[in-house]
């Protein structure tokens, strides 16, 4: 691990200035990603700023009949929260599904969001990976791609975003609340939270350097049955070959996201319009233009199957 220097954030405003400041900064929590990439000389700040000590580790409603979760909630305290078990159990489902129990104690909601891929080219610095040293090459394209995207991909990059809560919140339609160095804040819809690799895979969201974030929003609860399906290689502390976070309505409308299978939480809202009428049509919308590996061509029958068990348990 390469030395750093570090401090203790007095304020979100003063830890996004000193982040502004201090070349080569990263936020430190519940440090469940980071510290694995640092001891892996994947990053190497020469920075941390811990963000414990701010008051952001809250879940209040909101005026709108919504929620209102701050960045530093463990997994585990929103998972088990009452009121999002009973409204957003989607949000539930998809966090248990996560990790395990002792990583969910420490990993937060924000740092959550941020977690960077578990692609094994990325982890293994003799490799090739734009997103490790943008220009390098991908090592995974035309390499063991059986865990990798088959949406918004491109030639620079094919790996998957983790993270299962992620996927849940992109189907709620949550917003990202942040300040920035100067002290302005701003709400970001999750849509556009998360990037495509394209040419720069190694930016993975839309936030500016030193931003920090400061609370996730949910929307009043959309109601209807809450499902998520994850499949994994074993029962646990596995990431998703896919999975489908699903809210479906008496009427057989909803909501449908992926993980797994993306560079982001993949949602298509036009294929949402073919719900009621089956996993075949959502899915050719949902995953149209998609170019999987012959490694993982499965996914794409597999997306498929599993949002037609989701589907069919929603309709009990």
């Known amino acids: 691990m390469k030395p750093f220097t570090y401090e203790r954030a007095t304020s979100p405003a003063a830890a996004a200035a000193a982040a502004a400041r201090q070349r080569n900064t990263k936020f430190i929590a519940g440090g469940t990603n980071l510290l694995d990439l640092m001891k892996l000389e994947i990053e190497q700040p020469e920075h941390l700023i811990d963000v414990n000590g701010l008051d952001l580790d809250t879940i209040a409603a909101t005026e709108d009949g919504g ?14 929260d009452a009121r999002v078990r009973r409204a957003y159990g989607l949000l539930t489902r998809a966090l248990v599904a996560g990790a395990s129990g002792q990583l969910r104690n420490k990993a ?38 059986r865990s990798h995207g088959i949406v918004g991909v491109s030639t620079s990059c094919i790996a998957t975003h983790p993270s299962d809560m992620a996927v849940a919140m992109r189907a709620l339609d949550a917003t990202v609340e942040t300040v920035q160095p100067d002290g302005k804040t701003r709400r970001i819809p999750i849509a556009d939270f998360h990037t495509l690799p394209g040419a720069t895979p190694h930016i993975e969201n839309v936030l500016a350097p030193g931003e920090l974030i400061t609370a996730v929003t949910l929307p009043k609860p959309p109601g209807g049955t809450h499902i998520y399906h994850k499949v994994r290689d074993r029962a646990s502390y596995a990431f998703a070959l896919i999975s489908v976070a699903a809210v479906v309505q008496k009427d057989g409308s909803g909501r449908v996201a992926l993980g797994g299978v993306a560079h982001k939480p993949w949602r298509v809202e036009a294929a949402e319009a073919a719900m009621p009428q089956g996993a075949k049509a959502v899915t050719a919308t949902l995953l149209a233009g998609a170019q999987p590996t012959g490694e993982n061509a499965f996914k794409v029958p597999l997306v498929e199957r599993t949002l037609s068990a989701v589907l069919a348990e929603a309709r009990g």
């Open 67 to 80: 929620l209102r979760i701050g960045a530093l909630v463990r997994n585990t305290d929103l998972a088990a």
């Open 108 to 145: 937060t909601t924000a740092g959550n969001l941020l977690q960077r891929t578990r692609c094994p080219y990325f982890y293994d610095t003799n490799q090739a990976c734009n997103k490790r040293l943008p220009g390098s090459g991908c090592a995974a394209i035309g390499g063991f791609s």
